[in-house]
């Protein structure tokens, strides 16, 4: 059974910053891309970033500029860095390896209100 563990959600007001954290098994780490996806009630997933293991990075176009996602090989960790936040930007954040099928954390939920 493969688990991630997302953390580091909480409540932010508008403008802030938070950083999220996705703990993966080093053989997820070490061979797939890993993607943070948000969900709100009622909603699909909706993309937000992915690293892949050379480090190439792409964004949803909503968060392009204000969130940065990054991978850390001695922790087997990808942070998504996420400044300016937005009450849109609301939803509870999952992290997921590119490929490796129905893999999902429990999620970390991101609130943003004043």
């Known amino acids: 059974q493969v688990t991630l563990v997302e953390s580091g959600g909480g409540l932010v007001q508008p403008g802030g910053s938070l950083r999220l954290s996705c703990l993966a098994p080093?053989?997820?780490?070490?061979?797939?891309?890993i993607e943070w996806y948000r969900q709100t009630p009622g909603n699909q997933r909706e993309f937000v970033a992915i690293?892949?293991?050379?480090?190439?990075?792409q964004y949803n176009p909503s968060v392009k500029g204000r969130f940065f996602i990054s991978r850390d090989s001695a922790k087997n960790t990808v942070w998504l860095q996420m400044n300016d936040l937005k009450p849109e930007d609301t939803a509870v954040y999952y992290c997921?390896?590119?490929?490796?099928?129905?893999?999902w954390g429990q999620g970390t939920l991101v609130t943003v209100s004043s």
């Open positions: 997921h390896p590119n490929g490796a099928g129905e893999v």
């Open positions: 690293v892949t293991t050379v480090n190439y990075t």
């Open positions: 080093k053989r997820i780490f070490d061979i797939y891309a």
